[in-house]
């Protein structure tokens, strides 16, 4: 048997600039990063999809950010410093919020890419996040 | 976005790096709603908190020389000096503090450590543009006052200080400024208290939008709008609303919708006030301490505070506390109220909130507060939800 990657590249637009590449993690509920273990990562939200599950390293689909703007922006922050943020950040409603949270730990975040995020990207996909270029590329390994 | 030249060679670095920072995340934001263009703003509000990703970007910002341009007031942090000889304060999160009090000093900020500056240190007027940042002042300035400004977090209301100008988006548009909900007011509203209750009702109800208040008949107070701002802001998010007949953009229901009247209509009688209040209870127990001023209190209720306290005693086993901003402490002491809250055994604390972990003596205990936004923070075990008065009257005896 062969290994098949497929992959698709997709125009995306750029609010926080930067390059982030990681194993994609897809939410199709909102994230509260100040709901997750700082050391780890984990998300602690008791009845959250991705409850049990640690933001380390992936690149996160999610629809919009929620909580204070204090909360928030302290709780990627203290990811940020134990280096268990995402690597990268694409969301499909945008807010204030979390602009100021992205642009204080330097992660790329992209939203409008050309096709549905949430159709094209599932976890586990290897995605490339190049925030500079407008470019998000999403590999899916199959047999 | 366009930017113009200067704000270009903000952008390129040309007037110093603290300033470059503040300029890149104006622009990102700007971005982020497609913004076409950047327009002045005359005064910021920026909801420091203590914390540390608020210690980080402040220090970005003075280290790198920036200053603030326009008046820019600051939320509460803590004295530490204060709470650490009642309580000590473990030397990192003092150290964390002193270092955000300090960068705040260094930017040129208003060190009011308030968070209603719209009483006094920082006062928007009708048609300003602004940049308010704390979830309880951003409704207040938009819907009582008039003024125009987005849900700011404190680092853009603090670049857009320093910048002076913000993003054009949102609620700077008149036709974003409309009602997205009509909410029918059939309880009597007898204090400020109701108004605490229905925020909370409100918030809860449509969670994000612009509610259109009707069927209220008496003008609101101060502090009816101000714990309005508050709590709806505790179960929801509300950066604007109206109440029809009284608040600047809504002399009727017609013109709060800007013509386009909701069709829907969500009713909150008293029952509805009865079942928030319920749902805020976590306890019936004996409480260990009173805390009062979430928001700060006004001098109005720290006048009615003095007034439920004069001439008693606070029992042994409850600690009383009121907070509220510096300006409103000098006006309480010179007409007398501070010293008959302290006759009574209670404190009347400045600079501070419950959400600042200067109070971590409390983390164990039962607390009682009129306020919901205060009992939301969980700085304390469990919350009573109370009147003032009833507030008064459990902690002189004791339960």
Avoid at chain 1, 87 to 95: F, G, Q, R, S
Avoid at chain 1, 101 to 128: M, Q, W
Avoid at chain 2, 170 to 185: A, M, Q
Avoid at chain 2, 250 to 267: C, L, M, N
Wanted: glycine residues 8%.
């Amino acid at each position: 048997m062969t290994m098949m990657n497929s992959e698709i590249k997709l125009k995306c637009h750029k609010i926080i600039g930067g390059y982030g590449e990681g194993e994609a993690l897809v939410s199709n509920e909102p994230v509260c990063f100040y709901l997750t273990e700082p050391k780890t990562g984990i998300v602690r939200e008791k009845n959250h999809e991705l409850a049990g599950k640690s933001l380390a390293g992936k690149v996160l689909v999610f629809p919009s950010g929620k909580a204070s703007s204090v909360v928030q922006i302290d709780g990627l922050f203290k990811l940020a410093q134990n280096n268990v943020a995402p690597k990268a950040l694409i969301v499909k409603d945008v807010e204030t919020v979390l602009v100021v949270s992205a642009f204080i730990v330097k992660v790329p975040l992209v939203d409008k890419l050309e096709k549905d995020p949430f159709e094209v990207v599932h976890t586990g996909d290897f995605v490339k996040v190049d925030a500079e270029k407008g470019i998000v590329t999403v590999t899916r390994s199959s047999l | 976005m366009h930017l113009t030249r200067e704000e270009e060679r903000i952008l390129q670095g040309e007037f110093g790096e603290g300033t470059q920072k503040a300029m890149e995340l104006l622009v990102a934001i700007g971005d982020a709603y497609n913004a076409e263009k950047m327009i002045p703003i005359s005064r910021a509000h920026a909801a420091s908190s203590g914390q540390e990703g608020d210690l980080y970007f402040v220090e970005l910002l003075a280290n790198g020389g920036a200053r603030c341009k326009v008046p820019t007031s600051t939320n509460p942090v803590y004295d530490i000096e204060y709470f650490d000889e009642l309580f000590e304060i473990p030397k990192d999160e003092a150290d964390v503090a002193r270092r955000v009090m300090e960068a705040y000093k260094r930017v040129g900020a208003i060190l009011s450590w308030s968070c209603i500056p719209y009483m006094a240190e920082n006062i928007p007027f009708y048609g300003e543009t602004v940049a308010f940042s704390e979830s309880s002042a951003t409704p207040y300035v938009n819907s009582v006052i008039g003024a125009r400004t987005n849900r700011e977090a404190a680092q853009s209301a603090l670049a857009a200080g320093v910048i002076s100008k913000t993003p054009e988006y949102g609620l700077h548009f008149k036709e974003n400024r409309k009602g997205t909900h009509l909410i029918s007011v059939e309880a009597s509203l007898k204090d400020e208290f109701d108004y605490t209750l229905l925020g909370y009702c409100v918030g809860k109800q449509i969670g994000y939008g612009i509610p259109v208040l009707t069927g209220i008949s008496k003008r609101p107070s101060t502090e009816d709008l101000i714990n309005f701002c508050a709590m709806s802001n505790v179960s929801g998010a509300i950066s604007m609303f109206h109440i029809s007949g009284f608040t600047v953009e809504a002399s009727t229901v017609e013109e709060a919708f800007q013509g386009d009247v909701s069709k829907d209509r969500i009713t909150v009688s008293e029952h509805e006030l009865k079942q928030a209040y319920d749902e805020l209870q976590t306890t019936s127990g004996k409480i260990d301490f009173v805390m009062l001023g979430c928001p700060h209190y006004t001098l109005r209720q720290l006048e009615e505070t003095a007034r439920l306290l004069n001439g008693k005693k606070i029992h042994d086993g409850v600690s009383f506390w009121v907070c509220t901003s510096a300006t409103t402490k000098v006006l309480a002491e010179r007409n007398g109220y501070v010293s008959t809250i302290e006759k009574a055994g209670g404190h009347v604390v400045v600079d501070t909130c419950i959400d600042e972990p200067c109070w971590i003596a409390y983390k164990r205990k039962v607390g009682m507060t009129d306020s919901p936004k205060c009992a939301y923070y969980r700085r304390f075990k469990e919350a009573r939800v109370e009147r003032l008065r009833d507030c008064v009257e459990a902690a002189v005896k004791g339960r």
